[in-house]
């Protein structure tokens, strides 16, 4: 996680998460060193993970029983551990 920087002292404020999880929100800040004002928004950015799928590759699909609730509603349904392919049993 990034650190929130004053922008008229430059100050290290740390780690700011209290309520504030709004993408393109304006939040307001005063500045514990200087004291001074300011506006900060939240910027997420995508990160990526990639895994096997050998199944997608001539490989056996690895089936598991999907669990939810309704439990009516994932009865004799399989989805696969490394694709997400369902299959109805």
Do not use: W
């Not at 650190?3 to 939040?27: F, I």
């Not at 001074?36 to 990526?48: A, G, L, V």
């Amino acid at each position: 996680m990034n650190d929130l920087y004053c922008p008229y002292c430059d100050e290290d404020l740390g780690d700011y998460v209290d309520d504030c999880h709004d993408s393109n929100v304006n939040y307001e800040y005063e500045c514990t060193k200087c004291g001074k004002k300011f506006i900060f928004q939240i910027e997420y950015y995508p990160t990526f993970s990639s895994y096997k799928a050998d199944c997608l590759n001539g490989g056996e699909h690895e089936y598991e029983n999907m669990i939810g609730a309704p439990e009516e509603a994932f009865k004799g349904i399989k989805r696969c551990k490394n694709c997400s392919k369902e299959i109805r049993e």
